[in-house]
Structures are given as structure tokens and as C-alpha cells.
């Protein structure tokens, strides 16, 4: 059995050496053979470690979690959802992925949940799948993480998503995404919200509540976390009412696609933005409780 260290800063037992970490890679990659198709392209090493992490390099439990992660991908399809599919929920810009990065490299995803704009679950579910692809797949090299901003502006209870979309959004994220999340920033949330935030905690793993952070504008304290992750001048941006372009912002996401499709070689694959992304049945979910831009300038170019 591999020696164990916590490193108490992330909260997480990891190997004590890269060999260790590499074995432990090795171990469940020959549980998982054989891999074909996406799946393989999927299952990277650095794949494999994240899903590790997720679980405190335990192996079993590893594997169980990324075989589920490898079902849910060849069912739901989240690679070829596209832009038109999501276009949508997109128009208000609730949720989408800035033009700028933060100080240490990560992307950043903006949401304004006071923009919400719709009322279906599944439209919902798959704008953020959507948003969550498209950050992973402009990661810089050798990044595997992102940062959230959220911005309450004009939020209110009535615009507060049911419960049944909060469980099942954050089984998606945590189950499908693990280790995605360097930090969540929620900036001027209502009090009120923080009634609401306590009965969403329950559902989120506790290193995923660690990563979330409470910032005020009024509070001195609690905004130094903006100045230690971003420039003020996008960031601010970010935070201003004209902040979103959707004709620009279309055209970016469009391209993106573009780049998905060679990504992912949906190319003659019989993928495409017509096909089913079905969503999760709730009730065949165990949902357990866990204890413990600013505006678009961007170029696009063709070709």
C-alpha cells in the first residue's frame, strides 16, 4: 500500500512522490481498459488524476466515479452541444466565459443570476454544460482549473432556481467536473441569499464549499480576494451593467464550436447540434448530503 501525506492546505491525502501518483494513475487506468473512442480521449492521465484527487487517491472509488462520468458523456453528449442549442438561455448574458483570465492563468465563467431569463431545468442544465466545455476546452496549457464570478446584481428570491435544478446542477458538476473549480466568488449576494445558500451547502462536497467565497463591496477585508486575483480594470468590467455583447459573444461561442468539433472529431461522427442530450433522471440520482468581461472585443479569425 502507497504511503499517504495530507496537505492540509487543499484538504486532500495525495501521494508523497510523482511515482506514487503515477502508480496510482497506472492502477486505475488498467481498471478502466479497454477504452475506446471518446472515452479514451477523454481519460487522459491528468483525466485520471483529477477523478483521483476528487476521491483522496482512493482507487475503487475513483473508478466508480469517472465509470459514471464515461456513461453520462456517451448519453448526454456533452461535446456536441452547440451554441444554437443554448442560444437562448445565453441571450442576457447569465452565464458566460470572460475574455480574460485571472492572475494565476485560470479562465474565468461570469454568471449574473439576476439575468435569469428561463424557467426549464434541462435548457438550463445544458447552458452550463455548455459553458463549463467551452471553458475547459480554452484552458491554457497546463491548466486544468477555473474561476467562477458571481454577481448578484439585480438578483432576488424570485429569480432563485428550484431546489430539484440546484441538486441536480451540482451532482453534474461535482460528479462530471471534479477538481474544475479553483475558486467561487459570490459578490454582493443578498442577505437573504445566505438563507438560501444554507440549504443548498449540504449538497456540495465540502472541498467544493471550501473553494467558495463571500465578497462584499462595502468590505475592505473580503475585497482583497478581487485584488489578489484579478486586474481591477477587467474585473470591474466584468461587474459593469454593459458587460455582455451577444452578437460578439455568438460569434466567439461559434467558433469555438468549430474548434470542439476538431477537438472531439465530431466531423461525419453523426453528432451535431440536432442530436438528443438527454438529461439525468433526478430520481435515479442518489443525492446524498455531504457532512463535514468584460465586453467582448475578441477576433475572430476563420480559416
Known amino acids: 500500500m502507497l504511503a499517504l501525506k495530507k496537505v492540509g492546505k487543499r484538504g486532500v491525502e495525495e501521494p508523497s512522490t510523482p511515482a506514487q501518483e503515477d502508480a496510482k494513475v497506472k492502477e486505475l487506468r488498467a481498471r478502466l481498459e479497454p477504452l475506446t473512442g471518446r472515452s479514451l480521449q477523454y481519460a487522459t492521465d491528468s483525466c485520471l488524476k483529477r477523478y483521483l484527487r476528487a476521491r483522496s487517491w482512493n482507487v475503487k472509488k475513483a473508478e466508480k466515479m469517472i465509470r459514471e462520468s464515461l456513461t453520462w458523456r456517451a448519453t448526454y453528449k456533452p461535446e456536441e452541444i452547440c451554441w444554437k442549442d443554448i442560444a437562448t438561455e ?104 445566505e438563507t438560501f445558500y444554507t440549504i443548498v451547502k449540504p449538497f456540495l462536497d465540502p472541498r467544493t464549499a471550501r473553494k467558495v467565497k463571500f465578497v462584499y463591496s462595502d468590505d475592505a477585508e473580503s475585497m482583497k480576494v478581487l485584488d489578489t486575483l484579478f486586474d481591477k480594470d477587467k474585473v470591474d468590467a466584468s461587474l459593469a451593467d454593459d458587460d455582455f455583447d451577444l452578437a460578439e459573444y455568438a460569434k466567439l461561442m461559434q467558433s469555438d464550436d468549430e474548434k470542439a468539433a476538431v477537438t472531439w472529431n465530431l466531423r461525419g461522427s453523426g453528432g451535431g447540434a440536432d442530436t438528443p442530450h438527454p438529461i439525468p433522471n433526478l430520481s435515479t440520482l442518489k443525492l446524498d448530503t455531504v457532512n463535514s468581461s468584460s465586453r467582448y472585443t475578441a477576433t475572430i479569425t476563420t480559416g
Not at 130 to 155: C, H, R
Not at 169 to 177: I, S
Open 90 to 193: 445565453a441571450e442576457t448574458g447569465k452565464v458566460y466565459r470572460a475574455n480574460f483570465l485571472d492572475k494565476q492563468g485560470h479562465p474565468v465563467l461570469v454568471m449574473h443570476p439576476g439575468r435569469q431569463n428561463t424557467s426549464m431545468r434541462e435548457g438550463q442544465i445544458k447552458h452550463l454544460v455548455y459553458s463549463m466545455e467551452n471553458a475547459v476546452l480554452n484552458l491554457p496549457p497546463g491548466q486544468e482549473e477555473m474561476v467562477w464570478l458571481v454577481d448578484f446584481k439585480g438578483w432576488t428570491i424570485n429569480k432563485a432556481v428550484p431546489l430539484k435544478t440546484v441538486q441536480e446542477t451540482a451532482y453534474v458538476l461535482q460528479t462530471h467536473y471534479p477538481e474544475r473549480l479553483s475558486v467561487g466568488i459570490l459578490y454582493n449576494p443578498p442577505h437573504i441569499f
